[in-house]
Structure formats: structure tokens, C-alpha cells
């Protein structure tokens, strides 16, 4: 009896890469890759730096989100506090504490990693880390952030896991990670918190602008 050949990544070969634009957050370019079986394909490629999330639960079991204009939609949509990794180096959990300041003006005492994501794999190797923070606090508004550009006209809402819950199935909050964050903090929560890791856990899938 014979089996089938195993298959591995190192089995698709990238013979060439053509670099077509960089901006101020991707690069696109397209590979021309060797299949297992011979075939040679075109593929495009979106680089990213990567980026964090954060589930903020406060102590009455609220979530804190963030409405914000995104221009591709063309739609305000309602997301966790969010931000690009960005920063060569920067640990992702302090790029996640610097976007809860940031965004929500909010500092956190407990930290967890919630769940981690290839956003889009078949076109992009964006991966996102979705932190739960726990134990929130106020930031005084002497040392709160300035806001800029999108952020000027986003608001800071705050609903129950159970809602957004609701909101994710019944196809009003559609922003990917604050669906998967959602989901998973309501998971997290079932299961009484056991379980999750430590807020600098590996994280292979990070992309290779930094380290942490």
C-alpha cells in the first residue's frame, strides 16, 4: 500500500518577485511561485506590518469599541481599539497598550492573549493579535492623545459581550477582528477565563517588520 507524498511550504518555490508599490502602511508585489506538481502561478501579494486589538472588558462585563470612519467601505463600522504594528521592535502587547490610550483613553491592570489571526491569507500576510484587558481605569485628560485624521470623528461606545454577540450574527458588526475577538472573549468567558496565555506568548505569524 502507498501512501501519498507529503507536501510542505518548502514546496512551493518562489522563482521571482516583481515589486509594483509601497505606501504608507503595505507593499504590494507578485510572486511567480513552482507548485508541488511543476505548475508555475502568479500570485499577489499585500505586505503588512501586522497589528493588535484589544477586547477592554470593563467590571460590569462591557466591552469598549470604537466607531471610525474606514474609506474603503465608505461606512462608519464599529471595532475594537486597534492599531498597526508599525514600530520596529515594539512588543506587541505595548503597541496594544499605547492604542487602548490612544483610541479609548484607557489603561488596563490584567493582560491576556485573546486569540491571534491571519486576517486575510490568500492575499496578504497582515496577522493580528487580539489582547483581552481587564482591571480598566480612566486616563486623566491631561494625558490623554490628541486626535487626528479618521480618529477626529470616531466615538467610544460600550456594549455587552452578549450584544455584540447578537450584532455579529445578525450581520451589523462586520469588522473581522472585532468579530473574532467578540466571539472568542464570549468563548473565554464560558469557560470561566481557564485557559488563556500570557500576554507575550510566541507569536510565529507576526510579520517580520519587528519582534515581540
Keep these: 500500500m502507498t501512501s501519498d507524498p507529503i507536501v510542505t511550504a518548502d514546496d512551493f518555490t518562489v522563482l521571482s518577485s516583481e515589486h509594483h ?12 511561485i513552482r507548485m508541488p506538481d511543476g ?5 499577489d501579494v499585500i505586505r503588512h506590518p501586522g497589528a493588535v486589538a484589544v477586547v477592554a472588558l470593563d467590571a460590569e462585563g462591557n466591552v469598549v469599541m470604537v466607531r471610525q470612519y474606514r474609506h474603503p467601505v ?9 492599531g498597526l504594528l508599525d514600530v520596529a521592535g515594539e512588543p506587541a502587547l505595548a503597541a496594544a497598550k499605547r492604542e487602548l490610550h490612544e483610541e479609548a483613553a484607557l489603561t488596563a ?6 486569540v491571534d489571526l491571519h486576517t486575510s491569507p490568500g492575499m496578504t500576510d497582515e496577522a493580528i ?14 494625558d490623554r492623545f490628541e486626535t487626528e485624521h479618521e480618529e477626529v470623528s470616531m466615538t467610544v461606545e460600550r456594549f455587552s459581550l452578549d450584544e455584540l454577540v447578537e450584532q455579529a450574527v445578525g450581520g451589523e458588526l462586520t469588522n473581522g477582528p472585532a468579530v473574532a475577538g467578540v466571539l ?10 481557564a485557559g488563556l496565555r500570557a500576554p507575550d506568548a510566541p507569536w510565529r505569524a507576526r510579520p517580520a517588520l519587528g519582534s515581540g
Design 39 to 43: 505548475a508555475v502561478v502568479k500570485r
Design 21 to 32: 508599490y509601497s505606501g504608507w502602511a503595505i507593499d504590494v508585489r507578485s510572486d511567480t
Design 109 to 114: 491592570t490584567e493582560w491576556h492573549v485573546l
Design 129 to 142: 493579535r487580539i489582547f483581552l484587558a481587564r482591571g480598566l481605569a480612566e486616563v486623566a485628560a491631561g
Design 74 to 82: 465608505r461606512q462608519f463600522l464599529l471595532e475594537l481599539p486597534a
Design 184 to 193: 472568542a472573549a464570549h468563548t473565554a468567558a464560558a469557560r470561566g477565563w
